[in-house]
T-cell receptor, first 113, second 112 residues
Framework: DQQVKQNSPSLSVQEGRISILNCDYTNSMFDYFLWYKKYPAEGPTFLISISSIKDKNEDGRFTVFLNKSAKHLSLHIVPSQPGDSAVYFCAASEGVGFQKLVFGTGTRLLVSP | DTAVSQTPKYLVTQMGNDKSIKCEQNLGHDTMYWYKQDSKKFLKIMFSYNNKELIINETVPNRFSPKSPDKAHLNLHINSLELGDSAVYFC???????????FGSGTRLTVV
């Protein structure tokens, strides 16, 4: 029973263009959402988060959009850079206590020069 | 000066053996976790400890026993290893109200 889903296992984008990574969730109790980035042989690193009271959060080239009615969030990277090539995980939790993050299966992003 | 460090990075062992993975964090966080990433790349929580107290145990077989001697350490001991235990195990820590987890670099366990 996968409560957080990333249906695209991979995405290829050219340098300078926009990357859009998508995530869907089923648990309506989730109210805090995070994106993590993972390079090979390293642990995931926190990228950006959004609370359910917002529909958009921006941090430099990274923007996360939340559509609560559709139970959908997306991560936009503009402009994409080759160093952004990594696996991106969407995660969700009930509350901000971070007692339990539920992760999606990840989307591998490849940004080509 | 690594924030969350786990050892060993790689572990290859035979079925039936007992092994341990160690984790330490120097961030002063009060909560630590073990996550398992299986062959399908699914990252799933196993255990969570807050100030040395077990708060989450996600239906993990009792062959897996976490131990937290203090809030900076959370070790994972696995008895009678099985082929299906092969995975990457990530330790993580967090502070309530902080911005998500800080993960270690993972331990790739291979059971042969």
């Amino acid at each position: 029973d996968q409560q957080v889903k990333q249906n695209s296992p991979s995405l290829s984008v050219q340098e300078g263009r926009i990357s859009i990574l998508n995530c869907d969730y089923t648990n309506s109790m989730f109210d805090y959402f995070l994106w993590y980035k993972k390079y090979p042989a390293e642990g995931p690193t926190f990228l950006i988060s959004i609370s359910s009271i917002k529909d958009k959060n921006e941090d430099g080239r990274f923007t996360v959009f939340l559509n609560k009615s559709a139970k959908h969030l997306s991560l936009h990277i503009v402009p994409s850079q080759p160093g952004d090539s990594a696996v991106y995980f969407c995660a969700a939790s009930e509350g901000v206590g971070f007692q339990k993050l539920v992760f999606g299966t990840g989307t591998r992003l490849l940004v080509s020069p | 000066d690594t924030a969350v460090s786990q050892t060993p990075k790689y572990l290859v062992t035979q079925m039936g053996n007992d092994k341990s993975i160690k984790c330490e964090q120097n961030l002063g966080h009060d909560t630590m976790y073990w996550y398992k990433q299986d062959s399908k790349k699914f990252l799933k929580i196993m255990f969570s400890y807050n100030n040395k107290e077990l708060i989450i145990n996600e239906t993990v077989p009792n062959r897996f026993s976490p131990k937290s001697p203090d809030k900076a350490h959370l070790n994972l001991h696995i008895n009678s290893l099985e082929l299906g235990d092969s995975a990457v195990y990530f330790c993580a820590s967090s502070q309530v109200g902080g911005l998500g987890y800080t993960f270690g670099s993972g331990t790739r366990l291979t059971v042969v």
